[in-house]
Nanobody, 114 residues
C-alpha cells in the first residue's frame, strides 16, 4: 500500500502562483512515476504533469511553460509549481503514484478567481 498526502491548494488571483506538494509513504518502489491530475466541475479528470523517478517529465499542453513538476526522491515527494494561473486552472488537483499499482491522493482544491 502507498499513501499520498497532498498540500498547498487554495485561492489565488489570476496571474498568481501556488505550489502543491505530495508526500508518498508506504511500500514505495524505487522506480515509479508520480504526477498530478485535475478535475474541474462537470469535466473528466485530466493529466496535468508527470515525472519519472529518473527525472523525465510530461506536461499537458495547457500548462506547458506555466507549471513545473519536480520531485525529491529522498523524501518521496513530488511538487507542482504553478505560475501565471488562469481561471480555467480551477479544479481539484490529485496526486498520483504509479509503479506496480496506481494510487491517488485525496485531492486539493485550487481556485483561481479575482
Amino acid at each position: 500500500q502507498v499513501q499520498l498526502v497532498e498540500s498547498g491548494g487554495g485561492l489565488v488571483q489570476p496571474g498568481g502562483s501556488l505550489r502543491l506538494s505530495c508526500a508518498a509513504s508506504g511500500s514505495i518502489f524505487s522506480s515509479n512515476t508520480m504526477g498530478w491530475y485535475r478535475q474541474a466541475p462537470g469535466k473528466q479528470r485530466e493529466l496535468v504533469a508527470t515525472i519519472f523517478s529518473g527525472g523525465s517529465t510530461n506536461y499537458a499542453d495547457s500548462v506547458k511553460g506555466r507549471f513545473t513538476i519536480s520531485r525529491d526522491n529522498a523524501k518521496n515527494t513530488v511538487y507542482l509549481q504553478m505560475n501565471s494561473l488562469k481561471p480555467e486552472d480551477t479544479a481539484v488537483y490529485y496526486c498520483n503514484y504509479r509503479a506496480n499499482k496506481q494510487y491517488w491522493g485525496q485531492g486539493t482544491q485550487v481556485t483561481v478567481s479575482s
